[in-house]
């Protein structure tokens, strides 16, 4: 038997809400971090001579380590204790947010930005499990998941403003600099407010393989994508890094099979609802998120917008999500999550396809505002269903597994999207610059391309939802049931 162990003395109210208070700010800081960086990539890209195919790495690498590790960092905290792993993961953050500040070569920042998800990996999950850990079931634990769910969603906003009027006003460093003193700050009150509690277990069992290969299959298949451009698609180089990639994916499955305590038990996977809603969950990240990146890289190397004008702009997309959620809810309760996914996924996929005809000369009211709130209100409709759809028919036991792999699905979702939109927009730029194209032009071309390769992909999301996910699964999920997305 694996009980949990209470953290030793009896938290009262006041108590548990000063705890969750330092916990909000270590999460605040790994969501704020997966947009902060976007509006200010141009002018990193600049300072340090990024190529064109290279610059996606400061957000992919983040990503993919940050989606590779959570359900390990889960584990880990489960058994060695929430929060001692949440304040080791949260010095690897805090750590290499300085590394990222003080970066001067492209390559140094990549690999910081690599650390820094790691270590977000490792905060999340612990964080999440002592919040769960301190709050009674009931109406004050559905407060606090709720009070955790909004400050995901305001993450995201505060994420590109804090970045553009830091990069305006300051410098692309200070971006990272931010989360020195708010790290410090947390590290020092965790030990003081944040109770310790794990799981009692005869033996301690990891799977840190299977982290590394899924990481490692995911990274080297990513960096063959980026590189393809540049040594061709049937190279002999490139077929051997996407088989590497195969080998490692195909090793992880194999380990996950084999091993005593899984990172990822396959067998979660039988459940219909549960597959889809992860599938959904990964077309969802992978377009939007490619999404934002090629959006923010139009406005400001074609229409030569500030990074605080890119932040404001994104606001379009942001504030609709969030004033659209509480209507979200609402639908999903009297209608169907599954049709309100399918209507999500379809706004964002149309909100995506309306900007391909976004010009050389655009404007912001005129060729973006409506498709950033179409695209907006669709991000409203897809995350809380496709939340409720990951945990559904799911034991209480697994919760904590089911919600891990839907942020998983998430985070790598994004990555391999900013890869794949990065490198579609990159080719299609060259070959219109090689056949004569003037640079604006041949940038619109390229951005174009990768605007309509994010709408498909969600898009694709729609025949995914109606095939996999069931109503009757759904049904016997309450309609209460909080939200654990991370975005």
């Known amino acids: 038997m694996i009980a949990v162990a209470q953290s030793e003395i009896p938290y009262q109210a006041v108590h548990r809400w000063r705890a969750f208070a330092v916990l909000a700010?270590?999460?605040?800081?790994?969501?704020?971090?997966?947009?902060?960086?976007?509006?200010?990539?141009?002018?990193?890209?600049?300072k340090l001579h990024f190529s064109e195919t290279n610059l996606q790495w400061v957000v992919t690498a983040y990503g993919l380590t940050f989606g590779g590790f959570l359900l390990l960092g889960g584990r880990?905290?489960?058994?060695?204790?929430?929060?001692?792993?949440?304040?080791?993961?949260?010095?690897?953050?805090?750590?290499?947010?300085?590394?990222?500040?003080?970066?001067?070569?492209?390559?140094?920042?990549?690999?910081?930005?690599?650390?820094?998800?790691?270590?977000?990996?490792?905060?999340?999950?612990?964080?999440?499990s002592i919040v769960m850990n301190i709050f009674p079931e009931g109406a004050e634990r559905n407060k606090a998941l709720g009070a955790w769910g909004a400050i995901a969603a305001s993450g995201a906003t505060v994420g590109l403003i804090s970045g553009g009027l830091l990069t305006?006003?300051?410098?692309?460093?200070?971006?990272?600099?931010?989360?020195?003193?708010?790290?410090?700050?947390?590290?020092?009150?965790?030990?003081?407010?944040?109770?310790?509690?794990?799981?009692?277990?005869?033996?301690?069992?990891?799977?840190?393989f299977g982290a590394v290969t899924v990481t490692a299959g995911l990274l080297v298949a990513v960096y063959a994508l980026s590189q393809a451009p540049q040594h061709g698609w049937a190279s002999a180089r490139t077929i051997s890094l996407f088989a590497a990639a195969a080998?490692?994916?195909?090793?992880?499955?194999?380990?996950?099979?084999?091993?005593?305590?899984?990172?990822?038990?396959?067998?979660?996977?039988?459940?219909?609802?549960?597959?889809?809603?992860?599938?959904?969950?990964?077309?969802l990240g992978a377009s939007f998120f490619g999404f934002i990146f090629v959006g923010t890289l139009y406005m400001q190397q074609v229409l030569?917008?500030?990074?605080?004008?890119?932040?404001?702009?994104?606001?379009?997309?942001?504030?609709?999500?969030?004033?659209?959620?509480?209507?979200?809810?609402?639908?999903?309760?009297?209608?169907?999550?599954?049709?309100?996914?399918?209507?999500?996924?379809?706004?964002i996929g149309g909100g995506i396809l309306w900007t391909t005809a976004a010009p050389v000369h655009g404007a912001f009211w005129h060729d973006l505002a409506g498709p950033f709130f179409v695209a907006g209100a669709g991000t409203a409709f897809a995350f809380i269903p496709v939340s409720i759809a990951a945990l559904a028919g799911i034991a209480e036991k697994e919760a904590g597994l089911a919600s891990g792999l839907l942020n998983t699905s998430q985070q790598i979702g994004g990555a391999i999207g900013v890869a794949i939109a990065s490198t579609v927009a990159a080719t299609h730029s060259r070959t219109l610059i090689d056949s004569g194209s003037a640079a604006p032009a041949a940038l619109t071309g390229g951005f174009q391309w990768a605007f309509w390769v994010c709408g498909a992909i969600a898009l694709a999301a729609i025949p995914?939802?109606?095939?996999?996910?069931?109503?009757?699964?759904l049904a016997r999920v309450g309609s209460t049931q909080p939200a654990l997305s991370t975005d």
Not at 99 to 120: E, H, K, N, P, Y
């Open 304 to 347: 030569g917008y500030s990074a605080l004008q890119t932040g404001l702009a994104w606001l379009a997309a942001s504030i609709t999500s969030v004033a659209l959620a509480g209507l979200s809810q609402a639908l999903v309760t009297r209608v169907s999550a599954k049709l309100v996914m399918a209507v999500g996924m379809g706004l």
């Open 464 to 473: 995914v939802t109606f095939l996999l996910v069931r109503s009757h699964d």
């Open 25 to 46: 700010v270590a999460y605040f800081m790994t969501i704020v971090d997966l947009t902060i960086v976007n509006v200010a990539l141009p002018t990193i890209g600049r």
């Open 168 to 208: 305006r006003y300051f410098g692309w460093q200070y971006i990272f600099f931010l989360n020195l003193p708010i790290g410090a700050a947390a590290l020092l009150l965790a030990p003081r407010i944040v109770p310790e509690s794990r799981l009692d277990a005869a033996r301690r069992r990891f799977d840190p």
């Open 247 to 283: 080998a490692l994916v195909l090793a992880f499955l194999v380990i996950e099979t084999r091993v005593e305590a899984p990172l990822l038990p396959l067998r979660i996977f039988r459940q219909r609802t549960v597959a889809g809603a992860n599938a959904v969950a990964l077309l």
């Open 76 to 128: 880990a905290a489960d058994l060695l204790g929430r929060r001692r792993i949440m304040m080791i993961g949260l010095a690897t953050f805090t750590a290499a947010s300085l590394g990222c500040a003080l970066a001067t070569t492209d390559s140094f920042l990549i690999v910081m930005r690599g650390i820094q998800g790691l270590g977000a990996a490792i905060v999340l999950p612990a964080a999440l």
